[in-house]
T-cell receptor, first 114, second 114 residues
Framework: DAGVTQSPTHLIKTRGQHVTLRCSPI?????VSWYQQVLGQGPQFIFQ???????GRGNFPDRFSARQFPNYSSELNVNALLLGDSALYLC?????????????FGQGTRLTVV | KQEVTQIPAALSVPEGENLVLNCSFT??????LQWFRQDPGKGLTSLLL?????REQTSGRLNASLDKSSGRSTLYIAASQPGDSATYLC?????????????FGQGTTLQVKP
């Protein structure tokens, strides 16, 4: 079975541009979460979607948005890119069940803003 | 506000040594705790998941314990090998158990010398 897949793996954007990152969860997983990891830090929670609805949002500006599609894949959009948005963006999928879920992560998208 | 701290930030040991990585959290209202491994520039690999009702989990040379009342978890690695060199992250599941929000520590970077 395929794990969590993210695309693209790397990209370089210019300040002020817009970017779309994509994530396909593990088959059967209905929950997708997005995290931002800057160098030397632990991942920071951005969004969580479950059954195509936003269920949680971290402390990120409105320039960040996301959505989940009927097949449970997800997109993360970032507008008006800043240099500080340079980071590894991680997607995690999980199969919610009572008592908690195990999260499985993709390999990430390395975004560089110049 | 939930905060997760990992000590030490970095650790260097000779091959074959047993070692313990520490993780502490400020709010005991968690539904699970997960340990991850991250190789440089890569995504996260799940190592062990401990549900809030459990005290420990084992997988091969890895053993993780959880003490919710004291807000602590430890990851024990037996007979360390150079291939164990990586950054180890702990994350607590916080909020609704039907979602997947994780709060991460900053990680412990482990180097195992041959």
């Amino acid at each position: 079975d395929a794990g969590v897949t993210q695309s693209p793996t790397h990209l370089i954007k210019t300040r002020g541009q817009h970017v779309t990152l994509r994530c396909s969860p593990i088959s059967g997983h209905k929950s997708v979460s997005w995290y931002q990891q800057v160098l030397g830090q632990g991942p920071q929670f951005i969004f969580q979607y479950y059954e195509k609805e936003e269920r949680g949002r971290g402390n990120f500006p409105d320039r960040f948005s996301a959505r989940q599609f009927p097949n449970y894949s997800s997109e993360l959009n970032v507008n008006a890119l800043l240099l500080g948005d340079s980071a590894l963006y991680l997607c995690a999928s999980s199969l919610p069940r009572t008592g908690g879920t195990e999260a499985f992560f993709g390999q990430g998208t390395r975004l560089t803003v110049v | 506000k939930q905060e997760v701290t990992q000590i030490p930030a970095a650790l260097s040991v000779p091959e074959g040594e047993n070692l313990v990585l520490n993780c502490s959290f400020t709010d005991s209202a968690i539904y699970n705790l997960q340990w991850f491994r991250q190789d440089p520039g890569k995504g996260l690999t799940s190592l062990l998941l401990i549900q809030s009702s459990q005290r420990e989990q084992t997988s091969g040379r890895l053993n993780a314990s959880l003490d919710k009342s004291s807000g602590r978890s430890t990851l024990y690695i037996a007979a360390s090998q150079p291939g164990d060199s990586a950054t180890y992250l702990c994350a607590v599941g916080h909020g609704s158990s039907n979602t997947g929000k994780l709060i991460f520590g900053q990680g412990t970077t482990l180097q195992v010398k041959p």
